[in-house]
């Protein structure tokens, strides 16, 4: 994979909360920087297994994704939180919202030191003076997360929230990271705007009291 990709991310399976999560770089040199923490070590091709073995845990499972460049806002990586809620019939986006990572991070987690930010004065700063690269951004994401939530809704039929992890890279691409059930809402609590929190807790309150 390594050959293929320049950049490696690897997460335990069963991650939370951006912990473990170890990044691997390939070099022109042949050197290969990981990265883990606020950490880093440079090392040789041929003994990156043993270093890995030393930072990952023994027990643990993990994957292994292709990395992904993340858009910078202020010279941090984002990404985007995408909450979805299904109260009725249909899945409704509740909120959006860039997490821009902490000084140093590579992950953009909350408990990581990630902070919200608002998805238009990100994508606007980013799309400087294209504002119709800036909706179609937007249209974007839209798409790809409602769709995600119908095909999970699919394989998991009880599921009536979902937050959903989205990446638009430095090529302006937009990608999945990852969907979980039931995710927390503090990001949107932040926002000074304070329109989707009560939004999404509306809808938490009308799923909790209707279903389980
Ligand atoms: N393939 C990738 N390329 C670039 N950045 C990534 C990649 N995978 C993860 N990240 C960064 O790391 C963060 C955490 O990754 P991820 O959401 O997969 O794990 P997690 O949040 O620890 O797991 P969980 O949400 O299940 O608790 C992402 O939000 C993103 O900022
Ligand atoms: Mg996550």
């Known amino acids: 994979m390594m050959k293929r990709y320049p950049t490696l991310f690897i997460k335990p399976d069963k991650g939370s909360l951006g912990k473990g999560i170890v990044r691997l770089k390939r070099y022109k040199n042949r050197k290969i920087k990981i990265s883990w923490d606020l950490r880093h070590r440079k090392v040789k091709k041929s003994?990156?297994?043993?270093?890995?073995?030393?930072?990952?845990?023994?027990?643990?499972?993990?994957?292994?994704?292709?990395?992904?460049?993340?858009?910078k806002y202020k010279n941090r990586p984002v990404d985007i939180?995408?909450?979805?809620?299904?109260?009725?019939?249909?899945?409704?986006?509740?909120?959006?919202?860039?997490?821009?990572?902490?000084?140093?991070?590579?992950?953009?987690?909350?408990?990581?030191?990630?902070r919200p930010k608002s998805l238009k004065t990100v994508l606007r700063s980013i799309y400087k003076n294209r504002p119709r690269k800036v909706k179609r951004t937007i249209r974007s994401i839209d798409k790809?997360?409602?769709t995600a939530a119908k095909v999970l809704n699919r394989k998991f039929p009880r599921i009536r929230q979902l937050g959903i992890d989205i990446a638009?890279?430095?090529?302006?691409?937009?990608?999945?990271?990852?969907?979980?059930?039931?995710?927390?809402?503090?990001?949107?609590?932040?926002?000074k705007d304070k329109t989707m929190y009560r939004r999404i807790v509306k809808r938490r309150r009308y799923i909790y009291s209707r279903y389980r």
């Open 47 to 71: 003994s990156v297994w043993k270093e890995l073995q030393k930072i990952l845990k023994p027990k643990r499972t993990y994957l292994i994704q292709q990395g992904l460049k993340l858009a």
């Open 81 to 114: 939180r995408v909450y979805m809620q299904k109260p009725k019939s249909k899945w409704h986006i509740s909120g959006k919202v860039v997490r821009v990572a902490a000084a140093g991070k590579f992950v953009t987690n909350y408990s990581q030191g990630g």
């Open 144 to 146: 790809i997360s409602t």
């Open 168 to 191: 638009v890279d430095t090529e302006g691409r937009i990608w999945i990271i990852e969907a979980n059930k039931n995710p927390g809402f503090m990001l949107f609590k932040k926002l």
